[in-house]
């Protein structure tokens, strides 16, 4: 096991203790119980065998807090011993789909009488693995439900309690000895970082949608603090006897990257099990460090699949996904000559279409970034707003936005001329510049547009579990960025614009360290290096590509975005009109990947 670094001490805010009947709890209750085969306890969908549930057994991890899980195994696993794959989270190991689907837009396209209520939040349902001959140990975290200590988000302190608890869970007499982890969001992230302990029995994780550096892909990013939706999080799921984290203080305690913040981001070199890997393009928190952990995990044992679709409906609503993953388990759980490694390609890409065309996907590739990708540079041109394939010529000009306002953008387009496909890392390189502030947070997405200018969404779940026809009559109370993506995305604060290309993942994706403040003077033109997220989309002759540049995240709230203010004595907010400088000696452009 790696040596415990000295962090600087952590924030934490009260967490609410749980509640009957909230968010699924049900007490504190330890007791072992058979549910028979056609139990159907939350109404929905039956037991298609018998399962031998365990509830609140208690796991002593090395600083004597004991952590509390519900396992689900078949009802022979004693005789018969079973591999055991973990679902790790704080927000309740009995908070499950059916509690959270109906509070959620078209319950992001999950039929009813799908889930059987055992399945935890973003975790997979035992009703399905358990049939085939897997444990599923669903643990409350540190600080979570009854188990004891403060809740911790990732880092060296979740790692290690990972670590115990999968050692104890593998000398269970029901156990093989072989554990595994799976999950969404949360369930997937602790993955990296309980893998990177090395706990000797963990012999393979399936993170699906894992960012892997909390400061720059969720809670920073591009150096810019959002902490909307954890404070969601910790508000309305998770309930404890202690407090939680607070990002926002530790933010106002350090902006620029500490100890604390680095130990957020993981080291892939310390990963050294099979890795299933999944996410998506229209997750605005988990892409980048999936790709991250993909190209980086040491070994050839890893497989990425970039889906067209929202996790939770691919984990619960689509056979196939949980077929495949059984296999992977299968493999390197039960260690079965299944040809999982060999039928499965190492990499699986998205083309997304926008409107109301569905998505190519599953597209088998041998790598990632593909190989066969052509960068090419598109100009801002001033003059007219579009993008132009050879540098503008003549003196500079500039195009502006208010950076405060709603729908206030820069917008330059491409119209393609024969059916095109771009599919990875895009890039912007901008000149800007402000007279108003000393400090810029500036966004750049990608949008397409059809053939009459119109900018497009793309649907997050099948158009078959779509309860509109267009896209265009969704009501404002469910349009999410939950089931419906604006385009692609990048962010960073002109301030913390400085590059290590050493850490760099690839040059169209450069590294910030986010060590220094480099303020500007007003009105200074200063160079934006800005990796977009990863993208995969196809446009037909006569359709554009909009680059668009604005001062607020473009989330989608009646397609404007909130601009949240978290205030912090020294961290200016955006003021004023942006310039972007185009032409001359300021060629400010983007780098997109045709393929």
């Known amino acids: 096991m790696p040596a415990t670094k000295a962090l600087p001490q952590v924030a934490l805010k009260r967490l609410q203790a749980p509640a009957d009947g909230h968010n699924n709890w049900q007490g504190f209750n330890p007791r072992t119980e058979i549910l028979p085969e056609g139990w159907n306890g939350y109404n929905s969908r039956p037991l298609p065998c018998a399962i031998k549930a365990t509830h609140d057994h208690k796991v002593v991890v090395r600083d004597g807090c004991r952590l509390y899980c519900d396992i689900y195994r078949p009802v022979d696993s004693d005789d018969k011993p079973v591999p055991a794959i973990i679902c790790w989270s704080p927000f309740g190991k009995k908070y499950n789909g059916l509690s959270f689907l109906p509070h959620i837009p078209w319950k992001i396209g999950v039929p009813d009488n799908t889930l059987s209520g055992l399945e935890r939040f973003e975790g997979p349902d035992p009703a399905v693995l358990v049939p085939r001959g897997y444990a599923v140990v669903n643990v409350d975290a ?115 990257q500490n100890e604390y913040w680095k130990d957020k981001r993981v080291d892939f070199s310390r990963i050294k099990i099979p890795a299933f890997i999944t996410c998506s393009y229209t997750n605005f928190v988990h892409t980048m460090g999936s790709i991250r952990g993909y190209m980086q995990i040491p070994h050839d044992n890893k497989w990425l699949a970039i889906t067209p679709y929202q996790e939770w409906y691919l984990l619960w609503a689509e056979p196939s996904e949980m077929d495949e993953l059984t296999s992977f388990f299968d493999k390197f759980l039960k260690e079965e000559d299944n040809g999982f490694e060999k039928h499965t390609p190492k990499v699986r890409t998205t083309v997304l279409r926008f409107g109301k065309n569905d998505p190519y996907y599953n597209i088998a590739e041998e790598d990632y970034p593909l190989p066969r990708t052509d960068y090419r540079k598109l100009y801002l041109n001033h003059s007219n707003g579009s993008l132009s394939e050879q540098a503008i010529q003549g003196d500079a000009g500039v195009v502006s936005h208010d950076s405060t306002t709603p729908k206030s953008y820069s917008t330059f387009d491409f119209k393609f001329d024969k059916t095109t496909r771009l599919v990875g890392l895009p890039k912007a390189v901008l000149y800007m510049s402000c007279d108003d502030a000393d400090d810029m947070v500036v966004y750049v997405t990608i949008r397409k547009l059809d053939k009459n200018g119109k900018p497009l969404l793309a649907l997050n779940i099948p158009w078959s579990k779509c309860p509109v026809e267009d896209l265009d009559t969704v009501p404002s109370k469910d349009k999410s960025n939950l089931n419906l993506a604006v385009g692609f995305m990048g962010v960073l604060r002109a301030s913390h614009r400085e590059i290590d290309d050493s850490k760099s993942m690839h040059t169209q994706y450069p590294f910030h360290p986010h060590e220094k403040v480099q303020r500007l003077t007003p009105g200074e033109i200063v160079k934006l290096e800005i990796g977009i997220w990863a993208m995969g989309a196809e446009f037909e002759a006569g359709e554009s590509l909009r680059v668009q540049v604005s001062g607020g995240y473009p989330l989608l709230q009646e397609e404007s975005f909130e601009n949240k203010k978290f205030t912090v004595e020294g961290v200016t907010d955006n003021t004023g009109a942006h310039k972007v400088h185009c032409g001359g000696e300021y060629q400010s452009h983007v780098i997109l990947p045709f393929v």
């Open 142 to 256: 540190r600080g979570a439900g009854a188990s004891d200590g403060d809740v911790v988000i990732m880092g060296t302190q979740e790692g290690e309690d990972g670590y115990d608890v999968i050692e104890s869970i593998a000398k269970e007499p029901w156990c093989t000895g072989n554990v595994g982890m799976a999950g969404n969001s949360h369930l997937a992230i602790v993955q990296w970082h309980i893998a990177s302990q090395q706990p000797p029995s963990l012999k393979c994780i399936a993170p699906w949608e894992a960012c892997a550096d909390l400061y720059r892909e969720q809670f920073v990013r591009g150096g810019s603090f959002d902490s909307g939706l954890f404070d969601f999080i910790s508000t309305h799921i998770i309930r404890g006897k202690g407090g939680v984290e607070d990002f926002f203080e530790m933010y106002r305690r350090s902006q620029t």
